[in-house]
Each structure stands twice: as C-alpha cells, then as structure tokens.
C-alpha cells in the first residue's frame, strides 16, 4: 500500500536561506511522486513531479527534489527562499496501476524577513 | 491555460440537507477526482472516476456519497444527507493520465459549512 510521510509539520527559514521540506513515502510498485503547493485560501498547484525520467526534478519558482529510493525520500529544496514562498506544501505519492493519489499531511513554510 | 472550475465557492446549508458540488475538469482530461481537506488538516482521497464509473473509492465515501458525470463537460458529487462532520474544503481535480506522468490538476475548491 502507498502512504506518505512528511517529517515536520512547520519549518521557518529566513529569507535568503535554503528550504529543505523532507518527505519518505512506501510505496508496492514503481511510485510516481509529486509535491504541490497550496497558498492561503487557494487550490493546490504542482510544483514538480517525478515518474522515473531524471531522480533530479526541477519545477517550478527554483524548486527542486531529488528521488533517492534506496531512502525512500523525496525531498524538496530550494536554494534561497523568498517571501512568496510561505505555503503548505503536500508530498504526494502514487502507485503505477492505481487511481489514487495519497497526500502527506502537509508541511507548513514560514519564511522571516 | 486551461483549469479546473468549481462552484459554488462557498456554500452553506443545514444538516440534513443534500448538497451537490460541480466541477468542470479540464476538457481533455480523463480521470477525475473529488478530495476534501477538513479545516487545518490533511488533503484526503475521496473518490476517482473514470471511462463513467468509479474507478477507486477510500472509506470516506459512504453511501452518503455519489459522483456523476451528467454530460461531457460537468462531474459532480453529491451528498445526500449532510452532517456537522462533512464541513470541509471540497477540491475537484482531472488528469490526462492516471498514476504515472499523470499529475492532478485543482480547482479552487468549494467550502462547505453545515450548521
């Protein structure tokens, strides 16, 4: 069965300074896995996804993840944060085979001036 | 750029009462989704659909519960009865492909409140 496990529930960074939001998932099969983002009282939008190409995903607004399954992580980064970028963030993981999409329970970004 | 649209944004209604929420996915998409995410909680799986029937549905979506697809264009999700307990944010979503290279598009949501 495909689950997903988002590791800290808030992170604060400074402006500036790297983000890291952690996320391991189990998964049967071969998993796709995504991360989206959701702003105050907005829908969810993707920031990237992985289905097997590159382990290094780039998406959107600098962000990036890489795959690691020996770690069954998927970790996302971004270099510098910046204000706009205080959101949930949602892990999500998916089976090859199946109609369900699994989300983590949501990372919330604060990010200081 | 195509999107998902949802209405009614926000609904209010009294327990007891059915409530129908739409969707229109994105035209040339295939699958179709309904989550719900309770006020400061996780986003939650509620059904998909796919070539007019459900495809997969979680232990949410009692029979209290039903999706249609009434024409070419609309996907819809019912709730018969309403309680206190379904207040939450209501998200449609489609995609192309399901699972693999397949991510979900969504929709603004629709609040419910049941008093």
């Known amino acids: 069965a495909q689950s997903v496990t988002q590791l800290d529930s808030h992170v604060s960074v400074s402006e500036g300074t790297p983000v890291l939001l952690r996320c391991n998932y189990s998964?049967?099969?071969?998993?796709?896995l995504f991360w989206y983002v959701q702003h105050p009282n907005k829908g969810l939008q993707l920031l990237l996804k992985?289905?097997?190409?590159?382990?290094l995903v780039k998406g959107i607004n600098g962000f990036e993840a890489e795959f690691k399954k020996s770690e069954t992580s998927f970790h996302l980064t971004k270099p510098s944060a910046h204000m706009s970028d205080a959101a949930e963030y949602f892990c999500v993981v998916s089976d090859q085979g199946t109609y369900k999409y699994i989300f983590g329970t949501g990372t919330r970004l604060k990010v200081l001036a | 750029e195509p999107e998902v649209t949802q209405t009614p944004s926000h609904q209010v209604t009294q327990m007891g009462q059915e409530v129908i929420l739409r969707c229109v996915p994105i035209?040339?998409?295939?699958?179709f989704y309904w989550y719900r995410q309770i006020l400061g909680q996780k986003v939650e799986f509620l059904v998909s659909?796919?070539?007019?029937?459900?495809?997969?549905k979680s232990e949410i979506f009692d029979d209290q519960f039903s999706v249609e697809r009434p024409d070419g264009s609309n996907f819809t999700l019912k709730i018969r009865s309403t309680k206190l307990e379904d207040s939450a944010m209501y998200f449609c979503?489609?995609?192309?492909?399901?699972?693999?290279?397949?991510?979900?598009?969504f929709g603004e949501g629709s609040r419910l409140t049941v008093l």
């Open positions: 659909f796919y070539n007019n029937e459900i495809s997969e």
């Open positions: 035209s040339n998409h295939l699958y």
């Open positions: 998964s049967s099969y071969s998993p796709s």
């Open positions: 979503a489609s995609s192309y492909r399901s699972g693999r290279a397949g991510e979900l598009f």
């Open positions: 992985y289905t097997s190409a590159a382990t």
